[in-house]
Nanobody, 120 residues
Framework: VQLQAYGGGLVQAGGWLRLSCEAP????????MGWFRQAPGKEREFVAA????????YYTTSVQGRFTISRDNAKNIVYLQMNSLKPEDTAIYYC??????????????WGQGTLVTVSS
């Protein structure tokens, strides 16, 4: 399944962006979906996850209260609303299907990410 994230860009600190990720395929609604990010010179890290129903959500501590993950199963899209952005949020953002609990990508590959740059 080829995942493609988009919606990134350049924003000032305190601003907001909404990322989207399309996941073609009839099985999208059965997957827990997650967002990850990779900052320059750092390893990729987990950001947020949402269960197939959209009811359960989980966030890494650094984005709690600022980011909101959501999904539209009819459109096969998962979103990441990012508010109160900080320079340390600068990274390439990816989405992937994950296992609830470990929040690790269940596939070996990553789709296309989208670059978010937050200026101070």
């Amino acid at each position: 399944v080829q995942l493609q994230a988009y919606g990134g860009g350049l924003v000032q600190a305190g601003g907001w962006l909404r990322l989207s990720c399309e996941a073609p395929g009839r099985t999208f609604s059965s997957y827990v979906m997650g967002w990850f990010r990779q900052a320059p010179g750092k390893e990729r890290e987990f950001v947020a996850a949402i269960d197939p129903t959209g009811i359960r959500r989980y966030y890494t501590t650094s984005v709690q209260g600022r980011f909101t993950i959501s999904r539209d199963n009819a459109k096969n899209i998962v979103y990441l609303q990012m508010n109160s952005l900080k320079p340390e949020d600068t990274a390439i953002y990816y989405c992937a299907p994950v296992k609830w609990g470990t929040f690790r990508n269940v596939h070996d590959a990553w789709g296309q990410g989208t670059l978010v740059t937050v200026s101070s």
